[in-house]
């Protein structure tokens, strides 16, 4: 009986770090995203004063990217802990957080692409 309580405790700290880890890698993405977003919002109709802020985001981007990789390191740890597999959701939060990293990491790459592309729209 303890040993599932132990289990499932496991299962929900890996969700938890999970959806942390999510969230981590869309404040990467965001700030990765200095050039680009800012001009999506302004056009779409979002006030300058808000897109003012997501300098912050720039600033702090290359934590947030580590923070989410701790977190999907240990929430993958979790979640497999003892042999046991997570639930679906867990897995599709750790995939999702992975696509958001991977996105902050390339969107420097092709920000002047999509700059360009952008100003033609």
């Known amino acids: 009986m303890q040993e599932k309580k132990e289990i499932l405790a496991k299962k929900k700290t890996g969700a938890l770090l999970a959806g942390s880890g999510t969230?981590?890698?869309l404040f990467a993405l965001v700030g990765a995203s200095c050039c680009v977003l800012p001009l999506i919002l302004v056009n779409i109709g979002v006030s300058s004063a808000l897109v003012g802020k997501?300098?912050?985001f720039a600033r702090v981007q290359p934590y947030f990217m580590g923070l989410t990789g701790f977190l999907i390191a240990a929430a993958f740890m979790a979640g497999f802990?003892?042999?046991t597999r997570p639930i679906k959701r867990v897995l599709a939060?750790?995939?999702i957080a992975a696509v958001f990293v991977g996105g902050a990491y390339i969107m420097p790459f092709?920000?002047?692409q999509?700059?360009?592309w952008i100003n033609v729209q």
């Open 93 to 95: 939060m750790l995939i």
């Open 114 to 116: 999509l700059l360009r």
């Open 110 to 112: 092709y920000e002047g």
């Open 81 to 83: 802990w003892n042999g």
């Open 54 to 56: 997501l300098t912050f």
């Open 23 to 25: 969230v981590s890698g």
